[in-house]
């Protein structure tokens, strides 16, 4: 008898939250995916209609609009927060003294809510108060910056708040990869004749590959969800200058009655982060079990 | 290690070349503070100072008004309250939070690494997997479902939502950790007869101090941070900081007062921050177990 509970055991205590997700997280997917071929308005409706919400969602000019700021936003924020990212991690791991004291100013923007950097970074780029008027002050009087009130720019305004907040996050992944680099290789270049730069570039950054790997992976989810700056810090706008994905979604279901198109936006949003997190999640488990 | 890399070999190239690395290190590490020094300086001026530009200048009135106001006064939405209501809003949503998730995840971690049943990474797949999904995709369903159950617009159902997309990250720290104990030290016990409680109680948990630490951290700042979930959940009872914050923000009446709202954003920041500084080490182990798994 208790040999039996012995065994059940386990399982027992693992159930709540194995019920908890199947439920909340795979089962909301799949209602989610249901309304989604409904014509559901301000309240779910669960009369079949199939899949015609999934062109006219890729009709509407709005969700033009938000996908094509994801793709300038999401290609930016990788790209930056992985150069600068790099270049960090590179320049600290030179025996720098000030490491402990500089890694966590880097790092830091990361403990924030994305409300709060927006909120500093909305003030600080208007033109107004912030950045245009500082440089006026100084005597700079053709400086003109007004990006964050522009139709064109707003969106590079999202990129330069958001990769303040991630790229320490980005350092912090490289530099630990470049400490688990075995400093003998180093070495064996260097008594080759390999120059600094040839050497990062030929045999350092290829061995970070990993690194780039879960890099790209984080931050391209982290991309697609992206809505709390966004909200803080240009709401969307000017216009719909700065919609994302993540605030169509929200403003499509919660503000403008059209819950059937709402939940198909959230379906392409999971099947982007899907297509990128499966295969990675695959690979690192399967190489975990080899190891 | 790599050491004195990047470095030619004459001493005065070494030199030139040491000090452009801290000259662009020194550079972003301004970068990277001037928001928050300017968030600071700023809550501490009146708004004609703000208002008379000079945003990166100190202030010539150092005054606390803002703070107060941001605290106890400021409007937000309907009421004059300042943010403090919502301030202990989040604590009361928060700490169960991450009690709950942090229990269940280690006990979770704890069967997974042994007491491994049949169908065991699959539970974990799926468990893993819940923590990268978009959340828009349950926003519809739970707000139906928390209606379902009353508890729409209160604490206890934020709880609830934070514990069930939390457990995900709590049980692959605790899994990750724990695989890492040696096995052999379980089958002695149970050998000597100590059952499942027994062996996590007495084995396991005394030496399970930084992986709770990193979880709680984790789970601390996750949820603390939170905005989606507040703003499309929350009712005046359990509207958490971050969502009181924007509101005062972004209310379009009346005049902009940029001092509260930067002293507003300060006041959002400092329990992630005050943790952050504390105990930093935990806290980047964190991410970077949630990153990349260890």
């Given at each position: 008898?208790?040999?039996y509970?012995?065994?059940?055991?386990?399982?027992?205590?693992?159930?709540?939250?194995?019920?908890?997700?199947?439920?909340?997280?795979?089962?909301?997917?799949?209602?989610?995916?249901?309304?989604?071929?409904?014509?559901?308005?301000?309240?779910?409706?669960?009369?079949?209609?199939?899949?015609?919400?999934?062109?006219?969602?890729?009709?509407?000019?709005h969700?033009?609009?938000?996908?094509?700021?994801?793709?300038?936003?999401?290609?930016?924020?990788?790209?930056?927060?992985?150069?600068?990212?790099?270049?960090?991690?590179?320049?600290?791991?030179?025996?720098?003294?000030?490491?402990?004291?500089?890694?966590?100013?880097?790092?830091?923007?990361?403990?924030?809510?994305?409300?709060?950097?927006?909120?500093?970074?909305?003030?600080?780029?208007?033109?107004?108060?912030?950045?245009?008027?500082?440089?006026?002050?100084?005597g700079?009087?053709?400086?003109?910056?007004?990006?964050?009130?522009?139709?064109?720019?707003?969106?590079?305004?999202?990129?330069?708040?958001?990769?303040?907040?991630?790229?320490?996050?980005?350092?912090?992944?490289?530099?630990?990869?470049?400490?688990?680099?075995?400093?003998?290789?180093?070495?064996?270049?260097?008594?080759?004749?390999?120059?600094?730069?040839?050497?990062y570039?030929?045999?350092?950054?290829?061995?970070?590959?990993?690194?780039?790997?879960?890099a790209?992976?984080?931050?391209?989810?982290?991309?697609?969800?992206?809505?709390?700056?966004?909200?803080?810090?240009?709401?969307?706008?000017?216009?719909?200058?700065?919609?994302?994905?993540?605030?169509f979604?929200?403003?499509?279901?919660?503000?403008?009655?059209?819950?059937?198109?709402?939940?198909?936006?959230?379906?392409?949003?999971?099947?982007?982060?899907?297509?990128?997190?499966?295969?990675?999640?695959?690979?690192?488990?399967?190489?975990?079990?080899?190891? | 290690m790599?050491?004195?890399?990047?470095?030619?070999?004459?001493?005065?190239?070494?030199?030139?070349?040491?000090?452009?690395?801290?000259l662009?290190?020194?550079?972003?590490?301004?970068?990277y503070?001037?928001?928050?020094?300017?968030?600071?300086?700023?809550?501490?001026?009146?708004?004609?100072?703000?208002?008379?530009?000079?945003?990166?200048?100190?202030?010539i009135?150092?005054?606390?008004?803002?703070?107060?106001?941001?605290?106890?006064?400021?409007?937000?939405?309907?009421?004059?309250?300042?943010?403090?209501?919502?301030?202990?809003?989040?604590?009361?949503?928060?700490?169960?939070?991450?009690?709950?998730?942090?229990?269940?995840?280690?006990?979770?971690?704890?069967?997974?690494?042994?007491?491994?049943?049949?169908?065991?990474?699959?539970?974990?797949?799926?468990?893993?997997?819940?923590?990268?999904?978009?959340?828009?995709?349950?926003?519809?369903?739970?707000?139906?479902?928390?209606?379902?159950?009353?508890?729409?617009?209160?604490?206890?159902?934020?709880?609830?939502?934070?514990?069930?997309?939390?457990?995900?990250?709590?049980?692959?720290?605790?899994?990750?950790?724990?695989?890492?104990?040696?096995?052999?030290?379980?089958?002695?016990?149970?050998?000597?007869?100590?059952?499942?409680?027994?062996?996590?109680?007495?084995?396991?948990?005394?030496?399970?101090?930084?992986?709770?630490?990193?979880?709680?951290?984790?789970?601390?700042?996750?949820?603390?941070?939170?905005?989606?979930f507040?703003?499309?959940?929350?009712?005046?009872?359990?509207i958490?900081?971050?969502?009181?914050?924007?509101?005062?923000?972004?209310?379009?009446?009346?005049?902009?007062?940029?001092?509260?709202?930067?002293?507003?954003?300060?006041?959002?920041?400092?329990?992630?921050?005050?943790?952050?500084?504390?105990?930093?080490?935990?806290?980047?182990?964190?991410?970077?177990?949630?990153?990349?798994?260890?």
């Amino acid at each position: 008898m208790k040999n039996y509970l012995q065994l059940w055991l386990p399982r027992i205590v693992l159930a709540p939250s194995f019920f908890l997700i199947l439920v909340f997280v795979y089962g909301f997917i799949i209602y989610t995916g249901y309304l989604s071929l409904t014509d559901s308005r301000m309240l779910p409706t669960y009369e079949f209609m199939g899949l015609s919400n999934y062109p006219k969602l890729f009709g509407l000019r709005h969700w033009k609009i938000a996908v094509n700021n994801l793709a300038i936003f999401g290609i930016l924020y990788i790209l930056i927060c992985t150069i600068i990212g790099l270049l960090l991690a590179i320049l600290l791991d030179q025996k720098i003294r000030a490491e402990g004291f500089l890694r966590p100013i880097f790092l830091y923007p990361m403990a924030l809510s994305f409300i709060v950097t927006g909120t500093a970074w909305k003030w600080f780029l208007d033109p107004g108060i912030g950045l245009e008027s500082i440089m006026h002050q100084w005597g700079w009087e053709s400086f003109h910056f007004d990006w964050i009130k522009n139709r064109t720019f707003a969106i590079y305004t999202v990129v330069m708040a958001a990769v303040w907040q991630s790229s320490g996050f980005v350092m912090a992944m490289f530099l630990a990869g470049l400490r688990g680099i075995d400093g003998e290789i180093m070495k064996a270049a260097q008594i080759d004749g390999a120059s600094g730069f040839r050497i990062y570039r030929r045999i350092i950054i290829p061995m970070l590959r990993p690194a780039f790997l879960s890099a790209f992976v984080i931050l391209a989810h982290l991309a697609i969800k992206a809505y709390d700056l966004v909200i803080a810090l240009t709401n969307g706008g000017p216009g719909r200058a700065t919609e994302l994905p993540a605030t169509f979604m929200y403003s499509y279901t919660f503000e403008r009655n059209q819950m059937g198109l709402g939940a198909t936006s959230a379906i392409i949003m999971l099947i982007m982060i899907f297509s990128i997190i499966i295969p990675y999640l695959y690979s690192e488990l399967r190489s975990e079990k080899e190891s | 290690m790599i050491s004195n890399s990047i470095s030619g070999n004459s001493g005065a190239n070494i030199k030139a070349s040491r000090i452009f690395i801290y000259l662009i290190l020194i550079i972003f590490a301004i970068y990277y503070l001037l928001p928050l020094y300017v968030m600071l300086v700023n809550s501490l001026k009146p708004l004609e100072e703000i208002r008379g530009g000079g945003m990166l200048n100190l202030p010539i009135v150092w005054s606390l008004d803002s703070w107060r106001s941001a605290w106890s006064s400021a409007q937000i939405g309907v009421d004059p309250s300042g943010l403090r209501p919502y301030f202990w809003n989040s604590i009361s949503m928060v700490v169960p939070a991450v009690l709950l998730s942090t229990i269940l995840g280690s006990l979770n971690g704890y069967v997974l690494t042994k007491w491994q049943f049949k169908g065991h990474g699959i539970v974990f797949g799926l468990l893993l997997l819940s923590c990268f999904i978009p959340f828009q995709i349950v926003l519809i369903p739970m707000a139906k479902l928390l209606g379902v159950f009353g508890l729409a617009g209160t604490t206890a159902g934020l709880v609830l939502v934070h514990l069930v997309y939390g457990v995900g990250f709590t049980t692959l720290f605790f899994r990750n950790y724990y695989s890492a104990f040696p096995t052999e030290i379980i089958k002695a016990a149970q050998i000597d007869g100590a059952g499942f409680f027994r062996i996590f109680w007495r084995i396991l948990l005394p030496s399970s101090g930084p992986i709770i630490v990193v979880t709680v951290i984790w789970q601390f700042t996750n949820i603390w941070n939170d905005f989606l979930f507040g703003a499309s959940f929350a009712d005046f009872d359990s509207i958490p900081m971050t969502v009181a914050l924007n509101n005062l923000v972004n209310s379009s009446t009346g005049v902009k007062e940029y001092n509260v709202h930067f002293a507003g954003a300060i006041l959002a920041a400092l329990p992630t921050l005050v943790v952050y500084i504390v105990s930093g080490r935990y806290f980047v182990r964190g991410l970077m177990a949630g990153a990349v798994k260890g």
